[in-house]
């Protein structure tokens, strides 16, 4: 049976940690060779990334990973950009509607005889909106996003919100399955600085959960690093799950 794996990893600009603004350079490269050589092994079929900060960015992970992608920046915050990459070909669909502040990229990907449209997100944070102002927009942008696109298979990035939250409510509200849950795993953190609390998610359809083969969460110890002054490849962890599909739709 075939298998499809996909990863969503917040790559916090290529930078690695610390980096202390919201103002990024170009990526190192050390970093970006250094989270090459941790995805290689893991066989992933599709990379969702949030925080990559321009097309010459995305460039720079595009020739080192030699694959089809496709890049989409920030909406109004530029540098808060994504980049779906596959040996697999990807078809954008049109977002320039949505009206968010960070990242909102939606992409078409056929495997084998399945088709599937997934969403790479990225929602606000308190940094430049502040608490409430940003649980108010995270919430209309999620409800932008799911009665715009009635066909989204799979949502995956970096949510900037915790389960219990409204926007944890909304999603199970529209019937999607958060994959942590399917292996009772939602208790484990995927941010560095933070043991309890897991800000990144990757969401499907309750037809697909039944087809989600494993779930997992790279653990902080295989990002660590000693380069100069870094100590992490990234301030978040990868997320991946893996479905195992159908012959016929």
């Not at 050390?30 to 290689?40: E, H």
């Not at 009206?99 to 606000?124: E, M, S, W, Y």
């Amino acid at each position: 049976m075939q298998t499809f794996k996909i990863l969503s990893h917040n790559v916090y600009w290529l930078q690695g940690v610390p980096f202390e603004t919201d103002q990024p350079g170009l990526p190192r490269e050390s970093i970006v060779s250094g989270l090459f050589d941790l995805y290689t092994p893991l066989n992933i079929d599709l990379y969702c990334f949030q925080e990559i900060q321009s097309q010459e960015a995305a460039n720079q992970v595009a020739s080192l990973f030699n694959q089809n992608v496709n890049y989409s920046s920030g909406n109004e915050l530029i540098q808060y950009g994504g980049l779906c990459s596959s040996a697999l070909q990807i078809k954008a669909v049109d977002t320039h509607n949505m009206d968010f502040n960070r990242l909102c990229q939606v992409i078409d990907i056929t495997v084998g005889k399945n088709q599937f449209r997934i969403a790479n997100i990225h929602l606000p944070s308190n940094r430049q909106l502040g608490a409430a102002a940003s649980q108010l927009k995270k919430r209309a942008e999620m409800s932008q996003l799911l009665e715009t696109f009635n066909d989204i298979d799979i949502i995956c990035g970096d949510f900037n919100n915790y389960e219990g939250s409204d926007i944890y409510q909304c999603l199970l509200d529209f019937n999607y399955v958060d994959t942590a849950e399917i292996f009772n795993r939602k208790d484990e953190s995927s941010v560095i600085g933070d043991t309890k609390r897991r800000g990144d998610f990757i969401w499907v359809t309750p037809s697909l959960s039944t087809q989600v083969c494993a779930y997992d969460i790279i653990s902080k110890d295989r990002l660590q690093i000693t380069h100069g002054d870094k100590t992490y490849l990234s301030d978040h962890l990868p997320v991946t799950i893996t479905l195992e599909l159908n012959d016929a739709l």
